[in-house]
């Protein structure tokens, strides 16, 4: 597909995508058709949280107890805390040495006894103890963790099309960790760190209808699981994930994307002040003071900042990316911006919302509402890529 498909408005051109897309969907067909058997639904081992105070547990049918070696018993209620670097205490009563495997039927009412935060889950519970508090991990077929995630990450009130597209990437980002991480506790956790995971609560059934229609379908590039990074809105191009994580990967590549200026956050601005600005150098560990100026010293070729240069007491460099992060996400909403230096502090004018790289979520909802299919989303943002079915 060309950067600018929006721009095809002459017969040819119409007859060409229409070819083209009859080829990708008979291709497609092919491809994912012997394979369907295989798929497997793969269990994701998902960090919840980290506690020092505890965990509630509770569900309306029986939960099933165990620990490394035995089945301790059934309840429908538990309160397991901390009780060493090794052991646990299940309802102040009962102390085990090891590990806990929650097993429940159903929905399971799940609440972080530090933030009184409670939200329902699928799955099964594993419970680990560490020096100073519990790692819950949430067991949960990739199917059903989906359902958890696809309202976290955008609306699945948004057209079908973008909805799909977004079931695809949010799967091949969660196998692509299953993958990576097989031989450690969890392969990736339930924040913005991965991708958002809210269990349950949030599941609907457009986002259950976006599952089922792409069952097992994931991204692929050269034999292997792509990384499917995304974000909220590239502002007008995206990124090079080489530039921001020192990561090159040929499938995701610099690219103009004229869709998604619809975004209500597309343009952004933020004022920091000179005392702020002291916080957030501190902050990302660089000591200078009496800033006088900050000067963009370099840029990515999609235009982001790569280096800022702040002028005070001693000159100092700092990264975009760690700038970003220390002045926090939403406030910098991304790297494409300029400063203009104001009395008493300093103005930030920008455009887009994340790092850029891959996916734009607000620019695939534009093209979908303008005609394209899932697949043609994801052909455009991830450069050569297949669309398999997954064989884990």
């Keep these: 597909m060309t ?59 029986d939960l099933t107890v165990s620990d490394d070696h035995n089945r301790l018993g059934t309840a429908k209620n538990l309160l397991v805390t901390p009780a060493s670097q090794s052991r646990l205490l299940i309802n102040q009563k009962l102390t085990v040495t090891g590990n806990l495997l929650i097993t429940a039927r159903g929905e399971t009412t799940i609440q972080d006894m530090n ?18 508090g519990l790692h819950l991990i949430n067991h949960i077929p990739t199917e059903s963790y989906l359902e958890g995630v696809l309202n976290a990450e955008i609306s699945t009130k948004w057209h079908m099309e973008v909805v799909k597209a977004q079931a695809v990437i949010s799967r091949t980002f969660a196998l692509f960790k299953r993958e990576k991480y097989s031989q450690l506790p969890w392969h ?22 976006a599952i089922r229609a792409t069952q097992g379908i994931v991204v692929g590039y050269g034999g292997h699981l792509a990384q499917t990074f995304y974000h909220s809105n590239c502002g007008g191009i995206t990124e090079d994930p080489v530039r921001i994580w020192q990561n090159p990967l040929p499938y995701l590549k610099v690219k103009p994307v004229p869709y998604g200026e619809r975004d209500p956050r597309y343009h952004w601005e933020a004022r920091i002040t000179d005392w702020e600005m002291e916080k957030i150098l501190n902050k990302a560990r660089i000591r200078t003071s009496g800033i006088e100026d900050i000067i963009i010293s370099k840029r990515t070729s999609s235009s982001r900042v790569l280096e800022l240069t702040f002028i005070g007491d001693r000159n100092s460099t700092l990264s975009g990316y760690d700038f ?9 909403q991304s790297l494409l911006f300029d400063i203009t230096r104001i009395p008493g502090g300093f103005h930030f004018k920008g455009r887009g919302n994340g790092h850029g790289v891959g996916l734009s979520q607000w620019s695939a909802k534009e093209m979908a509402e303008k005609g394209y299919k899932y697949h043609e989303i994801l052909y455009y943002f991830y450069h050569n890529i297949e669309l398999i079915r997954h064989q884990g």
């Excluded at 083209?20 to 994912?32: E, K």
């Excluded at 760190?193 to 949030?202: E, T």
Aim: with cysteine.
């Design 188 to 209: 990736l956790t339930a924040g913005h760190y991965d991708q958002v995971y809210k269990g349950s609560d949030i599941a609907d059934e457009r986002g259950k209808e």
């Design 324 to 332: 970003r992060k220390a002045g926090g996400y939403k406030r910098i």
């Design 115 to 132: 933030t009184r935060q409670r939200r329902k889950y699928l799955g099964t519970f594993e419970i680990r103890p560490y020096v100073g």
């Design 3 to 61: 950067d600018y498909p929006h721009r095809r408005q002459d017969r040819f051109g119409v007859i060409a995508r229409l070819t083209f897309t009859c080829l990708v969907v008979i291709m497609g067909m092919t491809a994912l058709r012997p394979l369907e058997a295989a798929y497997q639904n793969p269990v994701l081992k998902v960090l919840l949280f980290s506690s020092s105070a505890g965990v509630a547990i509770s569900s309306s049918q």
